[in-house]
């Protein structure tokens, strides 16, 4: 419960474009690690592996980018960016599923493990990059992940990533909203990079 609900202070934090978001996903990552370990649930231990390893590196491209440019900017990604992320994140389903196949220990719902395990690193970076298309990616990964949770007996984090479905969808809006505000002409310049 109290990982869960760090992940929602994380996700609301997020939502306002705090560097703070970072390092409360990284502190959630850590205890929901410790609860899923004794539920074997490869893929959302995998998930918040993803979720701390991302944290660390998101947290130090929002500093970077706030000192840079004063603040956090958004945008959405270029056609070529999309591609990329969405290809990325298939090619990436689809190896570790064969992992988790030929390894039966590793996984019981391998697909499902390995949509979620690929699809969260896509929205961790996505996130950190700034892009308006880490929401999908959080949508896309929680039409997966709310029921393995249920079905795994993780009611309370079932419940938690329905409840972070309808605040990635009010996130996204408020996202999208930022990005059709006048902005400097640096605000195209992806995080962490000079201007």
Known sequence: ?????????????GWRRSVWSWP?????????????????????????????????????QWRRGRQESGGIEVRF?????????VGATALG????????????SLSWSPWADAYIFVGTLAAMYAQARGWLEFWFA?????IVGVPLAFNSG?????????????L????????????????????NVPLGASA
């Open 1 to 13: 419960m109290f990982g869960n609900l760090l992940g929602l202070s994380a996700l609301a934090l």
């Open 24 to 60: 409360v996903q990284l502190l959630s990552g850590a205890v929901l690690i410790a609860a899923y370990f004794s539920g074997h649930v490869p893929g959302l231990i995998g998930k918040q592996l993803i979720v701390i390893v991302a944290a660390g590196w998101g947290w130090t």
């Open 77 to 85: 990604a270029n056609w070529t960016e999309r591609a990329v992320l």
């Open 93 to 104: 389903t689809v190896a570790l599923a064969w992992l988790f196949l030929a390894n039966p």
């Open 138 to 142: 959080w949508i896309a990964v929680d």
């Open 154 to 166: 993780y009611a309370f984090s079932g419940l938690t990533y329905s409840i972070y479905f309808v």
């Open 168 to 187: 990635v969808l009010l996130g996204l809006r408020a996202w999208w909203l930022r990005t059709r505000e006048t902005r400097p002409a640096t605000a």
